[in-house]
T-cell receptor, first 114, second 111 residues
Framework: DTGVSQDPRHKITKRGQNVTFRCDPI?????LYWYRQTLGQGPEFLTY????????KSRLLSDRFSAERPKGSFSTLEIQRTEQGDSAMYLC????????????FGSGTRLTVV | EDQVTQSPEALRLQEGESSSLNCSYT??????LFWYRQDPGKGPEFLFT???AGEEKEKERLKATLTKKESFLHITAPKPEDSATYLC????????????FGTGTSLTVIP
């Protein structure tokens, strides 16, 4: 197992463009989480899925953000009409439902909006 | 409102100089406290989970402890490869399945 994979690692986009990130969790993990981290801060929760169902969404998640997890496998996070304030590291993590211990995080996608 | 505060923000140690990082919390119904290590440009790497006051966990040069108000991450005889940001996170009755992270302590170990 190669752990949690995120693609791309880096993305530079112009303000107003749409971007989509992909996360492939550890294969047997049925929970998948998205977090956002800005420089000097800890990760902030955005949303999470159990299998294909999106069970929680943060108030931080504006209507420009949408996440999907079709068939309960990989997940995508789309940001529409990007703003400079969206520049951050977007982290994906996965876990089992009855996992003892913390999530396993991927290496993240660094988004820069210019 | 749940709060997690980590101190110090940054710490420089000489190789071999032991020290402790602090994570203080004010939460409703702690379900678990988690320590992560994060290297620059990478995602956090899980270190420890602590569930109840008095619990301790160890791994190599690291030892995590928990009281009803705070957690400490003790680093014994650190090496340069221990340089990283150490993040503390809590899971509470309010946060459900979310983790609420502190802002981290940036540790630099000088050879």
């Amino acid at each position: 197992d190669t752990g949690v994979s995120q693609d791309p690692r880096h993305k530079i986009t112009k303000r107003g463009q749409n971007v989509t990130f992909r996360c492939d969790p550890i294969s047997e993990h049925n929970r998948l989480y998205w977090y956002r981290q800005t420089l000097g801060q800890g990760p902030e929760f955005l949303t999470y899925f159990q299998n294909e169902a999106q069970l929680e969404k943060s108030r931080l998640l504006s209507d420009r953000f949408s996440a999907e997890r079709p068939k309960g496998s990989f997940s995508t996070l789309e940001i529409q009409r990007t703003e400079q304030g969206d520049s951050a590291m977007y982290l994906c993590a996965s876990s089992l439902v009855l996992q003892v211990g913390g999530y396993t995080f991927g290496s993240g996608t660094r988004l820069t909006v210019v | 409102e749940d709060q997690v505060t980590q101190s110090p923000e940054a710490l420089r140690l000489q190789e071999g100089e032991s020290s402790s990082l602090n994570c203080s919390y004010t939460v409703s119904g702690l379900r678990g406290l988690f320590w992560y290590r994060q290297d620059p440009g990478k995602g956090p790497e899980f270190l420890f989970t602590l569930y109840s006051a008095g619990e301790e966990k160890e791994k190599e040069r690291l030892k995590a402890t928990l009281t009803k108000k705070e957690s400490f991450l003790h680093i014994t005889a650190p090496k340069p490869e221990d340089s990283a940001t150490y993040l503390c996170a809590v899971q509470t009755q309010n946060t459900g399945n979310q983790f609420y992270f502190g802002t981290g302590t940036s540790l630099t170990v000088i050879p």
